[in-house]
């Protein structure tokens, strides 16, 4: 791994941890589902940066994670922040706002 490859992944996981940070200081401020749904994403993106982090420094194998060839691991950890994140805000936008 080179200086580039190791200083971009050194500031995701920087970047990723503040904001997985934020957002679980937020989670214990609000009751509200939709945040909720919203936070859930922000942590699961920061799990994705971590195990890409772990596989590409060779500690964990995403061989170890497939199912009959399809590694699922990868698919929910790159699919499910936007799941939550969408989930999240479709239901702030369904609420009625009374003007």
């Given amino acids: 791994m080179d200086l580039a490859a190791f200083s971009a ?4 996981l920087l970047f990723g941890a503040f904001a997985t940070f934020s957002a679980i200081y937020l989670w214990s401020r609000t009751r509200d589902m939709a945040w909720t749904l919203v ?26 994670f497939v199912y009959n060839g399809i590694p699922i691991v990868r698919i929910v950890l790159a699919n499910a922040p936007l799941v939550f994140t969408g ?6 936008a369904s609420r009625k706002r009374v003007p």
């Fill in 39 to 64: 936070i859930i994403g922000a942590i699961v993106s920061y799990v994705d940066v971590v195990f890409a982090t772990l596989e590409s420094f060779g500690i964990l194998e995403a061989a170890l």
């Fill in 87 to 92: 989930i999240g805000l479709l239901l702030a």
């Fill in 9 to 12: 992944d050194a500031a995701h």
